[in-house]
């Protein structure tokens, strides 16, 4: 579900100057999972994760009155998820993996074909674990932007980083994993690929089409 930075701090605004529990209640839902995901990219803890996305939130409610001059409601939101978990993280030395839930935001319309569902499958588990596989930042830059369509301005906010770095990071995360999808589609191991160079790929301008015959040609 898309909704615009106008609408959110729209409720936002009825939060902050009129105690509007409903606009609340309807950011909570509109934001909720997509925080819980961004907090288990870095503490790999989906309980822990809810809890401290479910922490932010009522530290927001009850500091309500101060943060109307919050000018980015959604990214003040993720900051404040990346900031608990970081210190979740200082806390706990040990850190238990879960497999994030499957995504329901691509939708396939298509005759079913079990062979063919079972490639797909084959193929998002093959790219989730080329995602995880990517250096932490890179991975959890092209999941806030691939994933969850975020801009790259507001990830930098988000990271505290330049615009040019996420926007660096972001490309290098997508050749390394054009060039598991290229493998696999030809049959071959990863690892049989490490002289296939970018111009084996195409101009750059082909990154972007490689990903959506992943992501929509299936």
């Not at 803890?45 to 009522?58: H, L």
């Not at 990214?75 to 497999?99: A, D, P």
């Not at 790219?127 to 999941?143: C, G, N, V």
Request: aromatic content about 10%.
């Amino acid at each position: 579900m898309k909704n615009s930075k106008a609408d959110i701090s729209a409720l936002w605004y009825n939060i902050c100057t009129n105690d509007d529990l409903k606009a609340f209640e309807l950011i909570f839902h509109l934001l909720n999972t997509r925080l819980i995901r961004f907090c288990v990219f870095y503490i790999h803890n989906k309980e822990a994760a809810e809890d401290i996305v479910s922490e932010v939130f009522v530290k927001c409610w009850e500091n309500r009155k101060t943060l109307d001059q919050i000018a980015n409601p959604e990214t003040y939101l993720f900051v404040s998820v990346k900031n608990q978990s970081l210190n979740y993280i200082k806390k706990y030395s040990s850190i238990h993996l879960v497999q994030l839930e499957e995504s329901d935001e691509l939708e396939f319309i298509n005759t079913y074909d079990p062979q063919r569902e079972l490639e797909k499958k084959e193929l998002y588990f093959l790219m989730d674990k080329a995602i995880s596989s990517l250096p932490p930042q890179a991975s959890i830059i092209f999941r806030l932007i691939k994933e969850d369509g975020m801009k790259y301005k507001d990830v930098a906010e988000i990271l505290n980083i330049s615009p040019r770095t996420v926007q660096t990071q972001l490309f290098r995360a997508m050749k390394k994993l054009a060039v598991i999808l290229i493998a696999h589609r030809e049959g071959q191991k990863p690892a049989a690929k490490n002289a296939l160079s970018i111009t084996q790929l195409g101009t750059l301008g082909m990154l972007p089409i490689i990903f959506k015959i992943f992501f929509l040609n299936l």
